[in-house]
T-cell receptor, first 113, second 114 residues
Framework: DTAVSQTPKYLVTQMGNDKSIKCEQN?????MYWYKQDSKKFLKIMFS???????INETVPNRFSPKSPDKAHLNLHINSLELGDSAVYFC????????????FGPGTRLTVT | AQSVTQLGSHVSVSEGALVLLRCNYS??????LFWYVQYPNQGLQLLLK??????LVKGINGFEAEFKKSETSFHLTKPSAHMSDAAEYFC????????????FGKGTHLIIQP
């Protein structure tokens, strides 16, 4: 009965590889997000989708490509991984509309070696 | 554009003492304000939020926060700290719009001394 789930929880890979992180929510929300938490625990939004449509695309390298096959899923694909991509990536979901709280997944810790 | 400042990257209190975590925001529109807690190796959990109405907001685990527009503040308090409160706390402001996400402060690490 997990609300927002992410797979995998840990991801260790080498520079230059391509990897994907998957996110699913069963809350019936119409909006999903990807956040990046760096080593100093600073959280910054990367993308948001509403009803499968891209709404926010912050200044994120083109190597990062989100894909939303349906309202319940938002995946993150990363090409040509770099050392600086090492971080914890959080997926979140909410109902659209200002003031609605976001529900966060458990995070995916990505380590690039 | 919105921004959030959390004063004190680390706050240490004794068990049973008052917890006060400070948050100041900057917003060009009426703000929606949130406090989230993150326990080690876990995701973020909502403690409380302010949208409109009553400026004193009560949340889970005995926490509350007061929205003060004149001071652009949304400080988080708990009358009596418990060891289980040790965690990272994040203040956030809604960026406005339906799917614009949150702007977070840098977080405050709360340490509880026995």
């Amino acid at each position: 009965d997990t609300a927002v789930s992410q797979t995998p929880k840990y991801l260790v890979t080498q520079m230059g590889n391509d990897k994907s992180i998957k996110c699913e929510q069963n809350l019936g929300h119409d909006t999903m997000y990807w956040y990046k938490q760096d080593s100093k625990k600073f959280l910054k939004i990367m993308f948001s989708y509403n009803n499968k449509e891209l709404i926010i695309n912050e200044t994120v390298p083109n190597r990062f490509s989100p894909k939303s096959p349906d309202k319940a899923h938002l995946n993150l694909h990363i090409n040509s991984l770099e050392l600086g991509d090492s971080a914890v990536y959080f997926c979140a979901s909410s109902l659209s509309g200002s003031g609605n709280e976001q529900y966060f997944g458990p995070g995916t810790r990505l380590t690039v070696t | 554009a919105q921004s959030v400042t959390q004063l004190g990257s680390h706050v240490s209190v004794s068990e049973g003492a008052l917890v006060l975590l400070r948050c100041n925001y900057s917003s060009s529109v009426p703000p929606y304000l949130f406090w989230y807690v993150q326990y080690p190796n876990q995701g973020l959990q909502l403690l409380l939020k302010y949208t409109t109405g009553a400026t004193l907001v009560k949340g889970i685990n005995g926490f509350e926060a007061e929205f003060k527009k004149s001071e652009t503040s949304f400080h988080l308090t708990k009358p009596s700290a418990h060891m289980s409160d040790a965690a990272e706390y994040f203040c956030a402001v809604g960026r406005g719009g339906g799917a614009d996400g949150l702007t977070f402060g840098k977080g405050t690490h709360l340490i509880i001394q026995p």
